[in-house]
């Protein structure tokens, strides 16, 4: 398992460069991959450019699907039969399988392939930086805690 992130490249700095300097916004934005378990160590600060591979699909959003026109039925009068409005569902984050990486043509691999299957999600988040989730960090790693001195 490995998590990248969606960044901009990075660009050499010169001694007169500003704390700005070293990113190169006029570049497509590339994912860098920085945790992996220890299986995956050698995947930590690759780079992963638009083109290589399939895990940029995920990152193109697909057009808005088409709004269904519902006809309700109709009783044996004729009239309308009410529908039942859907519950609305949380959407599920996109996501993409291959079940076979060696059989798909466009799988980028950094080292030698091996056989397998790849799951990548796409997560996205504005920020975990509040005060509630800093509370309830903060509450679970002592309950962490308490259960590792039991």
Do not use: W
């Not at 984050?93 to 798909?104: A, L, N, R, T, W």
């Not at 056989?115 to 790693?141: H, N, P």
């Amino acid at each position: 398992m490995y998590i990248g992130k969606l960044v901009q490249p990075k660009k050499p700095i010169t001694d007169r460069s500003d704390d700005n300097s070293h990113t190169d916004y006029n570049a497509a934005p590339v994912i860098q991959f920085g945790y992996a378990n220890s299986e995956h160590k050698f995947v930590v600060d690759k780079i992963l450019s638009q083109g290589q591979g399939v895990t940029f699909d995920l990152l193109n959003d697909a057009p808005p699907e088409a709004i269904e026109e519902v006809v309700p039925d109709l009783d044996e009068d004729g009239n309308p039969i009410p529908i039942a409005p859907k519950e609305p569902t949380e959407p599920m984050p996109k996501f993409m399988i291959i079940p076979e990486v060696v059989k798909e043509s466009r799988m980028h691999f950094f080292r030698v392939p091996k056989l397998g299957s790849y799951m990548a999600i796409r997560l996205e988040y504005e920020s975990c930086l509040f005060e509630e989730a800093l509370d309830a960090g903060v509450t679970d790693q002592i309950n962490v805690n308490e259960r590792l001195r039991v």
